[in-house]
């Protein structure tokens, strides 16, 4: 299924919905809190339940769920969002090696052999959250905006010191991430040894849905958690990126296991995998730029997750 967050264009708060197969969209959620994120924590309807309405929509028939009629959209009639704003957490690895081994040349050094031991991650800022068509701020005082193609799980079960191989029956589903980076501050602030922070926390979008994970069954690598998925970023038209998802070093069970490890993780919590390789302008550039400007198009590619665009907003 591919879960969304939307508001129709005459209404202004948003609500939880479905994409059927042949593109119309049902809202399951009627209030204002009937949002993806409160459908996560409360699992009410159960995704059987939704499953099954999809199917019985697609066929012809009337959209009741819970003995209630359901309202169905056009995709032109809606304003998507994020798939899950707000999130509970923004947990960030660094687990595609080619980006890794890549990042460390530029900086004229190996990759620490700590990396091969443990996944590792940062927290990002869970309340900069920015869906499909947004604008995205370009922070004051950098001058060297990239963007980091990624796929994120988002946490449908909690757990703790969950076993990697036990780490599916987590995920309710995967989203394309852009991991928004200025790159001269976040330069700054890791020469310290912390970070990064302000080099990151301004802004994550996401979208433009969120695929549970049965839509991706038949690409499955064999690994938890890791498909076979191509994925390109384009600015303004150009490819400037392309990997693929069965290249990560370090499996979604992996990092769920790490996360997991002596901490519960909650419904609604997610989990990014790290910048692809060849996967930012950072990489492909040996960090000297060009880098995005105001007005540029981003748009992050996955294969079964659709299509991210954003806008770069002007500075101020």
């Not at 730029?289 to 198009?297: K, M, R, S």
């Amino acid at each position: 299924m591919k879960l969304i967050d939307f508001t129709p264009l005459s209404e202004t708060y948003p609500r939880f919905g479905v994409i059927t197969p042949k593109g119309a969209i049902i809202e399951i959620g009627e209030s204002e809190k009937g949002t993806l994120s409160g459908f996560i924590t409360r699992a009410t309807p159960g995704i059987d339940e939704i499953r099954a309405l999809i199917e019985s929509v697609d066929a012809g028939n009337a959209p009741i769920l819970k003995g209630h009629t359901r309202r169905v959209f056009d995709q032109d009639a809606v304003t998507l969002h994020a798939p899950l704003s707000p999130m509970r957490s923004l947990r960030d690895f660094y687990a595609f090696e080619q980006h890794v081994k890549t990042a460390n040349q530029n900086r004229g050094r190996e990759v620490p052999k700590e990396w091969y031991e443990i996944p590792v991650f940062y927290f990002s800022n869970h309340n900069a959250i920015y869906g499909q068509d947004q604008v995205i701020p370009y922070p004051r005082q950098s001058s060297a905006l990239d963007y980091e193609l990624e796929i994120a799980c988002v946490i449908g079960k909690g757990g703790i010191n969950i076993a990697p191989e036990a780490a599916e029956d987590h995920i309710l589903g995967l989203m394309i991430f852009n991991d928004w980076s200025a790159r001269d501050l976040q330069r700054q602030e890791m020469v310290v040894g912390l970070g990064p922070a302000k080099g990151k926390d301004f802004a994550s979008s996401f979208g433009p849905y969120l695929v549970t994970l049965d839509e991706l069954s038949d690409r499955h690598m064999g690994r938890p958690g890791v498909y076979d998925l191509e994925m390109v970023a384009r600015v303004n038209g150009e490819e400037r990126s392309r990997g693929n998802m069965r290249d990560l070093y370090y499996s979604f069970g992996d990092l769920i296991a790490r996360a997991s490890q002596d901490v519960p993780l909650y419904p609604g919590e997610v989990i990014g995998s790290g910048t692809v390789g060849t996967g930012c302008l950072l990489e492909i550039t040996r960090a000297q730029g060009p880098w995005l400007q105001p007005g540029d198009v981003v748009e992050l590619e996955i294969e079964r997750l659709g299509i991210l665009r954003n806008t770069i907003g002007q500075k101020s």
